[in-house]
């Protein structure tokens, strides 16, 4: 069973040769309130040619550690995201695990706090088994120079979750995962880009009802590091705006299509 007073969490942070981006990152984390008596660590897998984000995560140390969040550096070959998340899984040590790829960042001050909370009052809820994963809404930040508004996904409107989920999945940042199914599902890092999607579909179908917690919890930078690859990539070249524009108008039509009178938004 997992007790209050200890729910050790580490958020795995992943960067390569993108200070500016994790530095977004680490200010993020630093504001984040944790109540007395709670652990947090940081565990960054940096795939960097250069020791830029060793640097900077030297100098913001001092700052995270004041927030009671400890820093541990693991440089690692640049083999591509779910690889970097697989090395960091097997080296955490939380009972609780969530990822912040570097760029992006948390809703606000205490968006951890309330992913937490709402893990562990369903622990409570169960008599001691913890869900393997709870998740909530996450701001989808256009890329700058854009003119296009950030949106929420899931929408807001959506209260028949179980039909979203049917044609959508939520933003991985979103995601607090229980930290032995988190070990125990490693990533397909053959997949590419939607190896994230069996992780967080297994994690969905094993918590069952009350996994979701409608609320802002995390900001997902769209053409960031974390979708700075496949799909995405290619669609956000030729056409950028009107891709993200076409981009919120689904997320928006989703919501109208899930809208619904279902008590409590529950998976």
Not at 77 to 102: E, F, K
Not at 150 to 156: F, K
Request: glycine letters at 8%; hydrophobic letters at 40%.
């Amino acid at each position: 069973m997992i007790g209050e007073a200890d729910p050790r969490l580490t958020v795995l942070g992943l960067c390569r040769d993108n200070p500016r981006e994790l530095e977004d990152s680490l200010a993020s984390l630093a504001e984040q309130v944790l109540p007395p008596g709670w652990r947090a660590e940081l565990l960054l897998i940096d795939g960097s040619a250069t020791a830029v984000c060793r640097e900077l995560l030297h100098r913001w140390q001092p700052r995270l550690e004041r927030a009671g969040i400890t820093v541990r550096h693991h440089p690692h070959p640049p083999r591509g995201i779910y690889d970097a998340l697989n090395t960091g899984l097997a080296r955490s040590r939380g009972a609780w695990l969530q990822v912040l790829t570097a760029g992006d960042r948390y809703a606000d001050a205490t968006s951890l706090e309330r992913l937490l909370r709402h893990a562990l009052a369903l622990t409570r809820e169960r008599g001691g088994d913890p869900p393997a994963a709870v998740f909530g809404q996450a701001w989808v930040d256009p890329p700058a120079g854009t003119q296009v508004q950030p949106w929420l996904t899931p929408d807001p409107a959506v209260v028949r979750l179980d039909r979203w989920l049917r044609r959508m999945v939520p933003c991985h940042q979103a995601f607090l995962f229980q930290g032995d199914f988190a070990r125990s599902h490693p990533y397909e890092a053959h997949l590419g880009v939607t190896a994230d999607r069996p992780v967080m579909r297994a994690a969905i179908r094993a918590a069952g009802p009350g996994a979701y917690l409608h609320q802002p919890v995390c900001r997902f930078r769209l053409g960031g590091v974390s979708s700075r690859q496949g799909v995405v990539k290619a669609l956000l070249r030729p056409w950028p705006e009107l891709t993200i524009r076409l981009m919120r108008l689904q997320a928006g039509w989703m919501g109208r299509l899930c809208a619904g009178r279902l008590p409590g938004a529950r998976v």
